[in-house]
């Protein structure tokens, strides 16, 4: 069965600096994606960014970076340069059948001036 | 924006009373979700659509049941509402082709019920 573990339930980062929210996943599929969604406090699901399995390099998406280590199956979103516009859930998901998504808990991110 | 709106955004209601949410899209997209959050919890699928009237159960689909007879239309009912069910739910469609060849979900702003 496929599974995602964040295993951080919280953090709190300095503003200006980079930081890492940490993704395992768990499949026995060869061919996988997975998804980063910010959720602000204001409630939306955002999609952030996106990472395939067969994709020789990390993905990239403006101040959001993937850093995808197949053999250790972890996905870890880094923010470079955090803003206080950063504060908030962060869930990584992971592609199943039918193009349904399976969700880890989420790591909340607060930003401190 | 994704064209996804969700009716109504809020709703208090009681024990045993049927409750209907919309989800509707305005881009003709085949697959439709529905989805419900709980504090400590990422998001579970309570069912899904991939056409009209092609409609199947997600992880947490006791007591829940959908309806799609259009493709820009997806009804979650609660056929007699309980505690429990008290959730924030989010619809989303999956677009094709945004995301590497995977198709990436967007969702709607959400629905707060509370069951009381």
């Known amino acids: 069965a496929q599974k995602i573990t964040q295993t951080q339930p919280g953090m709190f980062v300095q503003e200006k600096e980079a930081v890492t929210l940490d993704c395992t996943y768990d499949t026995s599929d060869p061919s996988y994606g997975l998804f980063w969604y910010k959720q602000p406090s204001s409630g939306e699901m955002i999609f952030l960014i996106y990472q395939g399995s067969y994709d020789q390099q990390n993905a990239t998406e403006g101040r959001y970076s993937l850093n995808f280590q197949k053999a250790r199956k972890s996905a870890n979103l880094v923010i470079s340069a955090s803003q206080l516009g950063d504060s908030a859930m962060y869930f990584c998901?992971?592609?199943?059948?039918?193009?349904?998504?399976?969700w880890g808990a989420g790591t909340k991110l607060i930003i401190k001036p | 924006d994704a064209g996804i709106t969700q009716s109504p955004r809020h709703k208090v209601t009681e024990t045993g009373t049927p409750v209907t949410l919309r989800c509707h899209q305005t881009?003709?997209?085949?697959?439709m979700y529905w989805y419900r959050q709980d504090p400590g919890h990422g998001l579970r699928l309570i069912h899904y659509?991939?056409?009209?009237?092609?409609?199947d159960k997600g992880e947490v689909s006791d007591g829940y049941s959908v309806s799609r007879s259009k493709t820009e239309d997806f009804l979650l009912t609660l056929e007699s509402a309980t505690s429990s069910q008290t959730s924030v739910y989010f619809c989303a469609i999956s677009v094709p082709g945004t995301s590497g060849n995977t198709d990436t979900q967007y969702f709607g702003p959400g629905t707060r019920l509370t069951v009381l």
């Open positions: 881009e003709n997209h085949r697959y």
């Open positions: 659509s991939y056409g009209v009237k092609d409609t």
């Open positions: 998901a992971m592609e199943g059948s039918n193009y349904q998504l399976i």
